[in-house]
């Protein structure tokens, strides 16, 4: 890509700036201060997904000299193949979800939805660099940097409560949620294949957990030499993305399993949201970190498998996505009818 294509690029990008503030103007008119604090709080935050984006653009080199000093300055952490992802990530998926919730303040719509998703993503996204960064090799150049991280958090773990504690509105006829739980599993194909995939994805995600805990079995070393390498990057993100998946995703999928099985659990959408958001993050790093560049040749998935591992992990991504919008979009099953709550 040329010079121009890529300033072409950083150029489109800035209009998020003017279109976040007038989003967070429009807010400002006819909003109470505490949607004005979330209000300005996401708008910050995308404007600094903005430049996420263009630290990633510049670390590939597809634009020049917009953040050089702060690459040379900043945290190592950030040049690693990991902090590329995260960069692309934020710039991309976590601007987007900023300006649909600014958007759904702003007109005073449900913004629940799309929070738990970004709730999700964000958690995966702070714990996993976090926790990368104190036990990977570059857990002794930490800068006065990280306390602004730290800052970052903080604010957007309040933010997370502020979503958590959004009204759900699910506007479902009562006659459907008395007929829907009678349903079984049979008359429910959908769910059942869901039910199917759920076991090898918990067997699969425990698995890899296995793998990172340099588990002695032979499957688990071949599996890191011959398909994912990458787990054994010094740099420790693939790592702790493993352990905290295994840790999360393992009993998310057990618990799934009941939701699917057992009718009025009304936790199921809301629970599969931030899953969903979990996971795209997690995945979307792993599978871009083991075939970047900037990961060491020897920790890169070989080029022959790099079908079968791509074919295995955006499966891997996908399927919980469709089990969440399912959930979501006919969340008839996981209500409960009215009276059966008069009774409680």
Not at 9 to 23: A, G, K, N, R
Not at 232 to 249: F, G, I, N, T, W
Not at 286 to 311: D, K, M
Request: aromatic residues 14%; proline residues 6%; contains cysteine.
């Amino acid at each position: 890509m040329s010079a121009s294509a890529g300033t072409g690029v950083f150029v489109l990008s800035l209009m998020s700036i003017p279109i976040c503030y007038l989003f967070n103007s429009l807010s400002f008119l006819c909003l109470n201060t505490k949607l004005k604090c979330i209000c300005a709080v996401y708008a910050l935050y995308a404007f600094l997904s903005v430049v996420n984006l263009i630290i990633g653009l510049e670390q590939d080199n597809i634009i020049d000299g917009f953040v050089t000093f702060y690459l040379k300055e900043a945290d190592p952490h950030i040049n690693t193949a990991h902090g590329h992802m995260i960069s692309y990530w934020d710039g991309c998926v976590h601007y987007l979800m900023y300006l649909l919730m600014i958007a759904a303040i702003t007109w005073g719509d449900s913004y629940r939805a799309i929070g738990l998703y970004w709730v999700g993503s964000f958690l995966m996204r702070a714990i996993v660099y976090i926790l990368g960064n104190a036990v990977g090799k570059y857990g002794t150049q930490v800068s006065p940097l990280f306390i602004l991280h730290m800052l970052y958090i903080s604010v957007s773990v309040w933010a997370c409560f502020r979503i958590f504690s959004q009204p759900s509105a699910r506007d479902v006829q009562i006659t459907n949620i008395q007929e829907t739980p009678r349903a079984g599993l049979v008359h429910r194909p959908l769910d059942l294949l869901f039910i199917i995939y759920l076991i090898p994805a918990l067997a699969f995600c425990i698995f890899r957990g296995l793998v990172v805990l340099d588990c002695s079995s032979k499957w688990c070393q071949d599996y890191t030499q011959q398909y994912e390498p990458y787990l054994k990057d010094p740099s420790a993100y693939p790592k702790v993305q493993m352990l905290v998946s295994m840790l999360y995703s393992g009993p998310y999928y057990i618990i799934t399993l009941y939701g699917l099985l057992v009718p009025g659990c009304e936790w199921m959408p809301d629970l599969t949201l931030v899953h969903s958001g979990a996971l795209a993050q997690a995945q979307f790093s792993h599978i871009g970190a083991s075939l970047h560049t900037r990961t060491p040749f020897s920790y890169r998935v070989p080029a022959g498998i790099q079908p079968v591992f791509l074919l295995v992990n955006v499966l891997y991504t996908l399927v919980p996505q469709a089990l969440c919008y399912r959930c979501c979009s006919r969340p008839a099953f996981f209500l409960r009818p009215p009276l059966e709550k008069k009774k409680e």
